[in-house]
């Protein structure tokens, strides 16, 4: 098992997909919220304190996914990130020092406990959360239904989800099959995501939609604007 400061440094390595801040187009506003971290403290509370620095980005539900050593468990609730705390107990429910979190405002389906991030595969090895909007994910979808694909949600970000299943089984591989999806999807967007098969990594990657890239010496982060790891 890698160290803390190995798994940092493996956390570093795997996010070259990312760059460094971008301002959205909109000026910020209904724009979602993104936080990832991986280190060596708690990583619940650590999302729900960056989530609650994004609130001034408009969202109607929000979420929260951490490994705890043997899986990753997940809470998500529609309205004020209040509830989220208030359900995690301050992220207390959610132990482990890799997670994501997210702040949704509803584009592709309604404000819902379902519809909420973060979105994951059918037994939940690959979770992800998002930002932005994919312009095809009708179509994939229903191509990934035609491949036996299920579907719980109303989202584009769960065709993510499985489409990085479908490739994954295929090349075992997270950084290929998150390649191949990059290139099958059209639109904006920023990734987080948690492979249950790699524990001590993050991935991400980005396209018209901002995302950051910070460092501490507790650990690294994952964000969609500055405020968030501060």
């Known amino acids: 098992e890698p160290s803390a400061a190995g798994r940092v440094k493996k956390f570093v390595h795997e996010i070259n997909y990312c760059i460094i801040r971008q301002e959205p187009k909109n000026g910020g506003k209904h724009m979602c919220g993104i936080v990832g971290y991986i280190g060596d403290e708690q990583a619940a509370p650590i999302l729900l304190n960056g989530l609650s620095k994004l609130e001034y980005r408009g969202y109607d539900s929000a979420g929260i996914a951490v490994y705890n050593g043997t899986e990753i468990k997940m809470d998500k609730v529609t309205g004020r990130l209040q509830r989220l705390k208030d359900l995690t107990k ?7 020092t890799v997670g994501i979190g997210h702040t949704r405002w509803a584009t592709n389906g309604s404000p819902s406990d379902t519809n909420a991030h973060p979105h994951f595969n059918k037994d939940r090895s690959i979770i992800v959360v998002h930002n932005g909007i994919i312009e095809n994910y009708s179509k ?43 290139q099958k999807v059209e639109g904006s967007y920023a990734l987080g995501i948690l492979f249950n098969d790699y524990p001590g990594q993050v991935f991400s990657a980005r396209k018209d939609s901002p995302l950051i890239v910070g460092h501490s010496e507790s650990g690294n982060f994952i964000a969609s604007d500055v405020p968030a790891i501060l």
């Open 90 to 96: 301050e992220g207390s429910t959610l132990p482990g």
């Open 140 to 182: 994939l979808k229903q191509r990934l239904i035609g491949k036996g694909y299920e579907f719980v949600s109303e989202t584009d970000t769960e065709v993510l989800a499985h489409l990085l299943d479908y490739y994954y089984k295929r090349s075992h591989n997270p950084l290929e099959a998150l390649t191949r999806v990059m």
